[in-house]
T-cell receptor
Framework: TQLLEQSPQFLSIQEGENLTVYCNSS?????LQWYRQEPGEGPVLLVT?????EVKKLKRLTFQFGDARKDSSLHITAAQPGDTGLYLC??????????FGAGTTVTVRA | SQTIHQWPATLVQPVGSPLSLECTVE??????LYWYRQAAGRGLQLLFY??????ISSEVPQNLSASRPQDRQFILSSKKLLLSDSGFYLC???????????FGSGTRLTVV
């Protein structure tokens, strides 16, 4: 079983502050995905990265894939209460399956 | 566009009763289909996946089974539920490149 470690487990910040969530593994990913999930709903895909060193931006969210394709980060600039949720990273290992991290619960206070 | 439907949204079942959760996908052909279980507010555990009709792979030995009777239908079942089967069950589909899953809205199962 491939293990993805996410940190921190919980993050509570004030509106307007920045935050970064990390996802690490000892294995090399073929692809890495980030999802956001709200209570009682299914996760929603935010981004997929496949190339080592790749950086993708989605409005105030910046996703980075490590050069060795073993780690990734999600950075949110000027967080808003609407960014509150559970952020999950998921790694693909050249098969049909994804392994998910345990998630980071982000709370943005107004 | 592709859509995924999962039902029911919530379910309360007594211990020892059977279970059937259904998931259907529209707008695509031959999707890869998945069943995950999620502990409260945490990560997802893969239970079953299917790459075609009648093809089921099990990831975790347990009290559950899965079937894919049609191309875009995936069913999660149990003959006798245990208390430990309680949780949030999610169905998902992906294309061949596995570059992103689309999840259903989930089923909250409580076994009492």
């Amino acid at each position: 079983t491939q293990l993805l470690e996410q940190s921190p487990q919980f993050l509570s910040i004030q509106e307007g502050e920045n935050l970064t969530v990390y996802c690490n593994s000892s294995s090399v990913f073929s692809s890495l995905q980030w999802y956001r999930q709200e209570p009682g709903e299914g996760p929603v895909l935010l981004v997929t990265v496949v190339t080592g060193g790749e950086v993708k931006k989605l409005k105030r969210l910046t996703f980075q894939f490590g050069d060795a394709r073993k780690d990734s980060s999600l950075h949110i600039t000027a967080a808003q209460p609407g960014d509150t949720g559970l952020y999950l990273c998921a790694g693909g290992f050249n098969d049909y399956k994804l392994s998910f991290g345990a998630g980071t619960t982000v709370t943005v206070r107004a | 566009s592709q859509t995924i439907h999962q039902w029911p949204a919530t379910l309360v079942q007594p211990v020892g009763s059977p279970l059937s959760l259904e998931c259907t996908v529209e707008g695509t052909s031959n999707p890869n289909l998945y069943w995950y279980r999620q502990a409260a507010g945490r990560g997802l555990q893969l239970l079953f996946y299917s790459v075609g009709i009648g093809q089921i792979s099990s990831e975790v030995p347990q009290n559950l089974s899965a079937s894919r009777p049609q191309d875009r239908q995936f069913i999660l079942s149990s003959k006798k539920l245990l208390l430990s089967d309680s949780g949030f069950y999610l169905c998902a589909w992906s294309g061949d490149n596995n570059y992103g899953y689309t999840f259903g809205s989930g089923t909250r199962l409580t076994v009492v």
